[in-house]
C-alpha cells in the first residue's frame, strides 16, 4: 500500500496553492501519495480551472477526514503559524504529526522555509525526521455548575472584553486559590508553544517548549500586580468573569474556537492528557531558533567576536572535554568558603540635636506686621522715586 501523506494548504493565498502544488509533484514522484481535504482539494480544482494555477496536468485525491485519517503517515502544512493551528484542529482526534513549511511571516511553528522545500519532501521520503510533542491545554467553561463548554488550544485560550470601551473585571487564580481581582482588556492563559505569541504580545515571558508549564498573562491590567504568572502543569488555572459590572466576556482558544462569556463565568485551563506532534528535520536548539525567527542582534555594543576568540574559545571548551580531571582540580582548589559581613562597632548614643520651636503666627500676628519699603530684587536698593 502507497503512503498517504496529507497536504493541508493556506487555500487563500495564491503562492501557497501553487507550493502545495509542487509538494505533490515532488511526492508523487518519489511514489508517495499525496491527498487533500475534500474542501481544499475543491478549492484547488476550482483554481486549476479558473486558470489561476498552473497545474500541468496534477490533480489531488481528496479524502473523508473522518475516517480515512488513520491511513494518512504525515501532515505537511504549507502556510504560516495559522495555518499549522487550523491543521492541529483538523488532525487533534488522530494524534497525526505535523511538518510544516512557513510561507507566512514568523512562522514558530514551521519547521523549514519555502527555499527547503524539496528538502522537507526528502525527508519525509526517507522517513528521516524527528516527533516532537508539545503540550496543550483543556480549557472548561462553567456557568455556575453547569459546565457549558470544553475545548483546548495548543498556544493560548485569551480572555477577552466584548465591549471596546469598557474594561472587563476579573479574578485570576491558580488551584482554586484567587490570586488578584483587577479590570483589564483580558487574560491569556498560554503553553510554553504560545509563549512567544499572543503572550509575548502581552509582556509574558518566553519559555522553552521542552518546559512543562503555563502561564498566566494579564493585558493592560489596571492593578497594581499584574504580574505575568508561570505555574506548574499540575495546576489549575482559572479567570472569573466578575458580575458586579454586568460585562460580558469573550474566549478565544489559537484565535480559531471562541465561546461567549456572562458575567459569572468561570473558565479553567489544565494541562492536555493529548500533545501535539511537531515533525522536525533537525532538532534546532530554541535559542536558534528563537534568534532567528525574531532577528535577534548577538553583537554586543562592546563587538562581536572574533574568528581568533571563537577558536579560543571552542579549544578550551575541547580541552576541558577531553580531560577527566575535574577531581583533582576539585581536590586543588579551595572549595566553597564562608564570608562573614565586616560590621562595625555600634556608634555610641547620639542625642537629639537641638531644636529652636517655630513660631505659629497668628492673624493678629499678622496685622501687626509692619509691612517693609519696596526693594527691587536684584539689588536689594529702594525703588526709584522713593526716598531719593
Not at 517548549?209 to 488555572?237: G, K, T
Not at 461567549?260 to 534546532?284: F, N, Y
Request: one cysteine or more; aromatic letters at 4%.
Amino acid at each position: 500500500m502507497s503512503r498517504r501523506i496529507l497536504i493541508l494548504a493556506h487555500t487563500g493565498r495564491q503562492k501557497a496553492m501553487q507550493t502545495a502544488l509542487q509538494a505533490i509533484e515532488l511526492l508523487r514522484e518519489a511514489d508517495l501519495t499525496p491527498v487533500m481535504m475534500p474542501h481544499d482539494a475543491a478549492v484547488m480544482h476550482e483554481a486549476i480551472h479558473n486558470g489561476v494555477l498552473s497545474a500541468n496536468g496534477i490533480g489531488v485525491e481528496s479524502i473523508d477526514s473522518k475516517s480515512t485519517l488513520h491511513d494518512i503517515e504525515l501532515c505537511m502544512v504549507l502556510g504560516g503559524d495559522g495555518s499549522v493551528l487550523r491543521a492541529a484542529e483538523m488532525v487533534r482526534e488522530s494524534g497525526l504529526p505535523l511538518m510544516a513549511v512557513n510561507l507566512g511571516h514568523v512562522g514558530f511553528l514551521a519547521e523549514a522555509e519555502q527555499a527547503d522545500l524539496e528538502r522537507a519532501v526528502a525527508a519525509i521520503v526517507n522517513k528521516d525526521y524527528l516527533v516532537e510533542e508539545r503540550m496543550a491545554i483543556d480549557v472548561k467553561v462553567l456557568v455556575g455548575k453547569h459546565l457549558v463548554a470544553h475545548t483546548w488550544a495548543l498556544n493560548e485560550a485569551s480572555v477577552e472584553k466584548s465591549n471596546r470601551e469598557r474594561m472587563l473585571e476579573v479574578v485570576i487564580g491558580v488551584d482554586d486559590r484567587p490570586i488578584s481581582s483587577f479590570g483589564c482588556d483580558g487574560v491569556v492563559m498560554s503553553t510554553p508553544t504560545g509563549s512567544t505569541a499572543y503572550a509575548f504580545s502581552g509582556g509574558g515571558p518566553i519559555v522553552w517548549p521542552e518546559v512543562q508549564a503555563m502561564l498566566m498573562v494579564p493585558l493592560s491590567a489596571h492593578a497594581l500586580f499584574a504580574r505575568p504568572l508561570v505555574v506548574a502543569p499540575e495546576s489549575v488555572i482559572s479567570v472569573d468573569v466578575m458580575q458586579r459590572t454586568n460585562e460580558n466576556g469573550v474566549l478565544w482558544c489559537d484565535g480559531r474556537r471562541t465561546v461567549d462569556l456572562p458575567p459569572g463565568a468561570r473558565i479553567e485551563a489544565t494541562r492536555s492528557q493529548r500533545p501535539v506532534k511537531l515533525a522536525r528535520l533537525a532538532l534546532t536548539p530554541f535559542s536558534e531558533r528563537l534568534v532567528r525567527k525574531f532577528d535577534l542582534p548577538t553583537e554586543g555594543w562592546r563587538g562581536s567576536l572574533s574568528e581568533i576568540d571563537r577558536a579560543a574559545i571552542a579549544a578550551r571548551e575541547n580541552e576541558r572535554r577531553g580531560q577527566d580531571n575535574w577531581h583533582q582540580t576539585l581536590a586543588d582548589s579551595q572549595g566553597v568558603r564562608i564570608v562573614e559581613p565586616h560590621h562595625m562597632a555600634p556608634p555610641p548614643e547620639i542625642g537629639p540635636p537641638v531644636t529652636t520651636p517655630i513660631p505659629v503666627i497668628t492673624k493678629a500676628d499678622e496685622e501687626e506686621i509692619v509691612e517693609l519699603p519696596n526693594r527691587t530684587p536684584d539689588t536689594g536698593r529702594d525703588a526709584p522715586g522713593e526716598d531719593d
